[in-house]
């Protein structure tokens, strides 16, 4: 697989419950990132998690990074119609100067 | 709040011609990028910018393309002789600290058709 691939690549719920996706890559990292890229626009930063963290939180998002299987996981607790969207996994490699994002979640929430 | 403004939002162009497009980062930020998207796809790194030179680029960013920062606030990316594939949405982003350690922040994308 390539550095950053997310999994499942679509993922339908309905409003509240809860929505996982999960990330994995190859190569050390300093910091895994997690975007929201709604159709036709541009991505927007969700959170990041550096190398020495196991978990973070920021509102309705939960982020773990298991560094020993290269792999990240993003929960979207009580999910909302306005979470629909892609989510992306991002990688910084090398000195930092290039970020690489995998191939997305398509996220559709029902109402 | 501040944010990257890209122009043009759409253009379209015929095969073998050059198009420009333009970001405008967010004022502190020192490190410039250019993604694009092609419909559907992954998002691809193209070239990373820092310190009016390049810092990094992709096996894409070929001698077709090409960057500039003309005068302290624009960020260009000029496509020589486009070719249909390189139909896309283009991002530029920013971020005020390096990768290692910042958030990069999104401009809403050019879309480029090239017919």
């Known amino acids: 697989s390539q550095q950053g691939e997310e999994d499942p690549q679509a993922l339908s719920i309905q409003e509240g419950e809860n929505a996982t996706m999960n990330c994995s890559y190859k190569?050390?990292?300093?910091?895994l990132q997690w975007y929201r890229q709604n159709s036709g626009r541009g991505l927007v930063h969700l959170i990041l998690i550096r190398s020495n963290e196991r978990e973070k939180h920021s509102g309705r998002l939960r982020v773990t990074l298991d560094t020993s299987k290269k792999s990240s996981s993003l929960l979207i607790t009580a999910s909302r119609a306005a979470d629909t969207a892609s989510y992306f996994c991002?990688?910084?490699?090398?000195?930092?100067?290039?970020?690489?994002f995998g191939a997305g979640t398509r996220l559709f929430v029902k109402a | 709040e501040p944010e990257v403004t890209q122009t043009p939002s759409h253009q379209v162009t015929q095969m073998g011609q050059e198009v420009i497009l333009r970001c405008v980062p967010i004022s502190n930020h020192l490190y410039f990028y250019w993604y694009r998207q092609i419909l559907g796809q992954k998002v691809e790194f193209l070239v990373s910018?820092?310190?009016?030179?390049?810092?990094?680029k992709s096996e894409i960013f070929d001698d077709q393309f090409s960057v500039e920062r003309p005068d302290g606030s624009n960020f260009t990316l000029k496509i020589r002789s486009t070719k249909l594939e390189d139909s896309a949405m283009y991002f530029c982003?920013?971020?005020?600290?390096?990768?290692?350690?910042?958030?990069?922040?999104f401009g809403e994308g050019s879309r480029l058709t090239v017919l």
């Open positions: 982003a920013s971020s005020r600290q390096g990768l290692n350690t910042g958030e990069l922040f």
């Open positions: 910018f820092y310190n009016n030179e390049i810092s990094e």
């Open positions: 991002a990688t910084a490699l090398g000195g930092g100067f290039k970020t690489i």
């Open positions: 190569t050390s990292i300093n910091n």
